[in-house]
């Protein structure tokens, strides 16, 4: 179902947008560096409803005004509709977008046919500006047979949230632990006893699994498109470890969707992690709990480990149907590689760029009351650095989404042997794939 929504409706309603829905066309015009008079449709597609919104204040601050004969057609689609709606129109011919906001590991369903990809590199036109981002976040996950297909804006280093007055109540210093051993050792008993968790773990999603076996050294692929999980000691150590933290209540289930909001607003658990981009969901969700909140870099798995791992992540991709690719780049250029379009992504999603030139704007470093004072991009900035990055593999959606099915359900609520869920889980990707 699409509906054409007024600018005045967008502004309202995207926020809670769960249907597909399409942004009112806004004028734009091609780069001033090169004018055509000509009046241009650039269409885009997208699933994120902040990124519905950052686009309709980008239009109409920093597109429209500088671009006057393009006009812009922004159409939101339920993300896990949106794959399947690609592929029918990608298979049909027709009616394929001029951009697509494709989310991480989601491009390389599109690209196992080298000589029909659906998208165009952006390579020649990234040019020296790709030396401007920070690689991992900003091109790596829409990289394939080593051309880039996209590009995004956002650093996504996953980052430690406690509530800093239970921890202060309950005498525990949430700063102490360096190994996530440690955490759980040092904090977990004393916060059970409160009846609470330390933290919310996902029984029935990959994430969570990925992020600790990632940070801990893992890969779910190698760089040739083998899958390397299923026979790794570490997924058995870390899927094993993580398990036995929730027997012992001092994890618990995070609960799926908004449940996990309603858990942080009940003080159900004391920590959680998540990517910048989470800060904004607990303001909107929690937002009682401003004040009430700290961050601080995760634990390592073993000393000497890495910091952090980036988490999520959406790419600009123009498509090889596209009539205008040059003005489709144009768009992509100046809302995520220009200092204005980073920042007001930063503004309207609190979303830290991957466009290195605006970190030293000041804004980003701005005190954040709902983290008790704390500056989010000193602590953004710095783990940006340190990410262990991942290696996304054409196949990677379909690898998850039975790792999710098997592994890590059947571990996590079933009871399953890890090693042996972890088989069946590849076993499954090597049937279906």
Known sequence: MSAKLSRRDFLRGAAGATAAATLAPVAGAVAASAPQQDEIVLNMWNFATNRFEWMGNFIEELWAPAYPNVTVNVEITPHNDLWPKLHAVFAGGSGIPDIVDVGTGRLGQFMHDPDNEPFIPVDDRLGDQLNDLTIVSGTKTWTVRDQIFGIGNEVNPVLLYYRHDLFDEMGLDAEAPGTWQEFVDQLGPAVRDTGAGLFPIGTANWSDFFIQYHQAGG???????????????????????????????IYVEQGAGVAQYA???????????????????????APELAGKWKMRFLPVW???????????????CITAASAIPDTAWDFIREANLTVEGSLLAFRRMNLF?????????????????????????EFIATAAEAM???????????LIDSLARIAVQGVMLEGADPATALTDAVDDFEFNK
Do not use: C
């Not at 858990?263 to 969700?285: C, H, S």
């Open 219 to 249: 890969q779910f692929f190698d760089t040739e498109g083998n899958v390397l999980v299923h026979e790794d000691p570490l997924a058995v150590e870390v899927l094993a470890w993580q398990k036995a933290q929730l027997d012992s209540g």
């Open 263 to 285: 858990l942080m607003n009940e003080d159900a658990y004391v920590t959680i992690w998540g990517a910048p981009w989470y800060q904004g969901f607990m303001k909107q969700r």
């Open 388 to 398: 262990a990055p991942a290696i996304i593999d054409n196949y990677w959606s379909l």
């Open 353 to 377: 760029p991957s466009y290195k030139p605006a970190w030293d704007e000041e804004v980003l470093y701005r005190t954040d009351d709902y983290f008790s004072g704390q500056k989010p991009a």
């Open 302 to 316: 073993a000393e000497g480990g890495h910091l952090t791992v980036p988490r999520g992540g959406t790419g600009m």
